[in-house]
Nanobody, 124 residues
Framework: QVQLVESGGGLVQAGNSLRLSCAAS????????MGWFRQAPGKEREFVAA????????AYADSVKGRFTISKDNPKNTVYLQMNDLKPEDTAVYYC?????????????????WGQGTQVTVSS
């Protein structure tokens, strides 16, 4: 089992920044890919970004490219999502997720492990 715990959400004004953290524990060798998803009220969960623990790859949704940056701290088993120039449409619950292989990154059903989510609210 892999346990994922997110932190760092909150309420910010548009144009400001937040950094989310996702701490992984347990059988982390089963989770070579870490992703961030978000879900706004009444909407489906959508892919935001992904990073590999061992492969030097990152991927982003078009809606966040240039504003969000995903990074990792391998010794700490922690993944970060730096969110800059936040917009009201970024408001959602943000989830950290883990999967084993670098494919089908955009599909939430491919991720076997999920955190509990952290709320991000951006006011205009």
């Amino acid at each position: 089992q892999v346990q994922l715990v997110e932190s760092g959400g909150g309420l910010v004004q548009a144009g400001n920044s937040l950094r989310l953290s996702c701490a992984a524990s347990g059988r982390t060798f089963n989770s070579d890919v870490m992703g961030w998803f978000r879900q706004a009220p009444g909407k489906e969960r959508e892919f935001v970004a992904a990073i590999g623990w061992t492969v030097r790859h990152t991927a982003y949704a078009d809606s966040v490219k240039g504003r969000f940056t995903i990074s990792k701290d391998n010794p700490k088993n922690t993944v970060y999502l730096q969110m800059n120039d936040l917009k009201p449409e970024d408001t959602a619950v943000y989830y950290c997720a883990a999967k084993t292989t670098w494919n089908n990154l955009w599909s939430s059903t491919q991720y076997g492990y999920w955190g509990q989510g952290t709320q991000v609210t951006v006011s205009s």
